[in-house]
């Protein structure tokens, strides 16, 4: 066992309890029980202050560490960069900062600038502020609204939770930012009309409808995730997309694909866009860039879009008027760099998509086994299970339901996600985004504890 599990942690505990303040989660029960503390990983495990073993079935507990825990080369990618220039102001270029933005373009056809930032709400914001500044330059500020979809998310700072179509994520935060305006999901499980053939073509005009009603002259972009994430794991219906960047371009609407979940391998591509043959004004990503070995993320940009802001040089307040400190540090771009070589070099984007498509298969076995299970979907290594109390009303799992299968895979030992705080009512979604070295025992011994899960809690 490594050694920092030999050490004694029960003053690291009490110093854990006493003075962090944890994402996500109710601190009462600390008072009486002791806060989680994941001390090491290593490939696709992970270790309790206790020394507990846990395979890891979410990356982290967020889809951020692709390429596994431990990778040594990353790290020493990043310490040598540190070395030699830790940080400069993103006014100015660096090398890994070159580096990686040329190499991240030759994965991206059609998109040629990138912007850096820390974080996926962060990327966004900047989406947005350009979308905004395009609007004050070129339509009188008049075409600065921002379309989202309901059930996506886009991040937690007050301007991304105006953009969040999870009510339960945004709820006690506002008054929120302006100019957001929700369309509709395109969960063909739950089809929203009477008649669901031809269904993602359907819910694409549902958008179209809402530009009308807002006005096109007022709709600056639409932002949407190529795969819906928190919101319940949603994979888009045929015809969806096709019809989504046909209204973008009838309208003049920049298309922004948040692929801060979907990005950088997570769905068997490069990116999620890439599955459906979007052709986006606007890409944001963040987590698997680095894979968390460095806070990175990233606003891509089509050269069109660029181009806007240099057609007045003389005009002081022409340019893209903004900064992220912390875009500045090298080691984001650094670790980005050898994650990215990785990928590339142990063919993980193929393994994703060969697990990804055994994964289903062994949810699609679960869903014959129990009927709770009402809807598998899923891109890759990024797959989801709708658990529903009766398979014909589709009447949502509760979620203490989804907490109390999730706790039993903990105590077996393997880490699992599902929705929570996201959609009033419909927290009823496991989420499943092991990291893209998954091998088929590491997907069977997943399967085997929501297995054990299901069963021990009496579901059928």
């Not at 991240?104 to 850096?116: A, D, N, Q």
């Not at 299970?373 to 009766?390: N, P, Q, T, Y």
Request: aromatic share 8%; hydrophobic share 35%.
């Amino acid at each position: 066992m490594n050694k920092a599990l030999d050490t004694d942690t029960a003053a690291l505990v009490q110093a854990d309890r006493k003075h962090v303040w944890h994402h996500l989660t109710q601190h009462k029960p600390y008072e009486a029980t002791d806060p989680l503390m994941i001390v090491k990983g290593d490939g696709m495990r992970v270790w309790n202050q206790n020394g507990k073993e846990h395979l890891d079935a979410v990356s982290g507990g967020v889809w951020t560490v692709n390429v596994g825990y431990g990778r040594e080369s990353i790290a020493n990618a990043v310490r040598d960069q540190l070395v030699e220039l830790n940080y400069f102001a993103g006014s100015a270029g660096t090398i890994p900062g070159a580096k990686f933005a040329e190499k991240l373009i030759s994965k991206m056809p059609g998109m040629s600038r990138v912007y850096y930032s820390n974080s996926g709400s962060e990327a966004n914001e900047k989406g947005y502020k350009i979308v905004r500044q395009i609007a004050h330059q070129h339509y009188a500020g008049k075409k600065h609204k921002i379309l989202y979809r309901d059930r996506d998310y886009h991040g937690t700072t007050i301007t991304a939770l105006s953009s969040s179509g999870q009510i339960e994520r945004k709820q006690q935060y506002g008054p929120y930012t302006p100019g957001f305006v929700e369309v509709p999901h395109c969960c063909e499980y739950r089809c929203q009309f009477d008649d669901a053939s031809d269904y993602g073509v359907k819910a694409a005009k549902e958008v179209e409808k809402v530009i009308l009603q807002e006005g096109p002259d007022t709709v600056g972009s639409l932002v949407l995730e190529p795969v819906t994430a928190g919101g319940g794991v949603i994979t888009p219906p045929e015809g969806y997309w096709e019809t989504i960047q046909e209204i973008c371009k009838k309208y003049d609407v920049l298309l922004h694909i948040d692929e801060v979940v979907c990005g950088v391998g997570r769905t068997g591509a490069w990116f999620g866009y890439q599955h459906y043959g979007i052709k986006p004004d606007i890409v944001t990503m963040a987590k698997g860039v680095a894979s968390g070995y460095a806070a990175i993320s990233c606003t891509v940009t089509t050269e069109e879009v660029f181009d806007k802001f240099k057609t007045n040089s003389d005009d002081p307040m022409s340019y893209f008027r903004d900064i992220s400190t912390f875009g500045g540090c090298t080691s984001g771009p650094a670790a980005a760099l050898e994650n990215m070589r990785i990928i590339e070099d142990e063919n993980l984007i193929d393994n994703t998509t060969a697990m990804g498509e055994y994964l289903m298969e062994q949810l699609r076995g679960l869903q014959n086994k129990y009927k709770v299970i009402g809807d598998v979907r899923g891109k890759g290594l990024f797959c989801g299970a709708e658990l529903v109390m009766d398979r014909q009303t589709k009447e949502p799992a509760p979620e203490s339901m989804l907490a109390a299968i999730a706790g039993d895979c903990m105590e077996q030992g393997v880490i699992i996600g599902r929705t929570n705080r996201s959609l009033d009512g419909l927290n009823n979604t496991i989420c499943l985004s092991p990291a893209l070295i998954s091998t088929k025992d590491d997907i069977d011994e997943i399967i085997t504890a929501i297995d054990n899960g299901l069963g021990k809690h009496g579901v059928i």
